[in-house]
């Protein structure tokens, strides 16, 4: 039996050690916000946080997970920092098929978390992970950068995770 800590719940599943925690989180626990995409962590679908640090959950096996906090999508609209990028993705329409978009706000959530005014080169490393196949990475940016400014501004709607 493991026991993971999801979006500060612990979750008991009676699953293999190296079963990827995609699985655990989508099949087992039913949290289908975390997408699969490639299955080889090249294209950021299923990105998650792992005490803080964004990860692929379709190559990191279970056992890598024990003792600590896992966070996913479903858990942003919670979080300070996820819920601004959310509504910055929607005051921008960011998204067009909406696939990759979980993976896209995890990775912006965590390289905000640590920069809060991010260049423009360390949005481009932070997301340089995170593949679109709708070519949606200018809106991607430009939403990076107003979730940021309106962070800095902690009186406005949208630090509070209110849209327009």
């Known amino acids: 039996m493991s026991v993971l800590t999801i979006n500060g719940k612990q979750q008991n599943l009676a699953l293999p050690d190296d079963t990827p925690l995609l ?3 989508r099949d087992e626990l039913g949290m289908t916000g975390t997408k699969f995409g490639c299955g080889m962590a090249l294209c950021g679908a299923c990105t998650v946080h792992l005490d803080g640090e ?3 959950a379709c190559v990191t096996p279970i056992s890598a997970a024990l003792n600590k906090q896992i966070t996913t999508i479903e ?3 919670q979080d300070t920092v996820g819920k601004v990028i959310q509504h910055a993705w929607m005051d921008l329409g960011v998204p067009q098929c909406g696939y990759c978009q ?4 995890m990775s912006a959530t965590a390289l905000l978390k640590k920069v809060m005014r991010p260049s ?3 949005i481009t490393d932070a997301m340089s992970g995170n593949l679109c196949r709708c070519g949606t990475y200018t809106r991607i940016h430009a939403a990076i950068k107003l979730a940021s400014k ?3 501004t902690p009186t406005s709607k949208a630090a509070k ?3 327009k």
């Open 150 to 152: 309106n962070l800095a």
């Open 23 to 25: 699985w655990a989180l």
């Open 54 to 56: 964004p990860i692929r």
């Open 120 to 122: 423009e080169k360390q």
């Open 161 to 163: 995770g209110e849209s």
């Open 75 to 77: 858990a942003m609209a």
């Open 102 to 105: 979980s993976g896209q706000i």
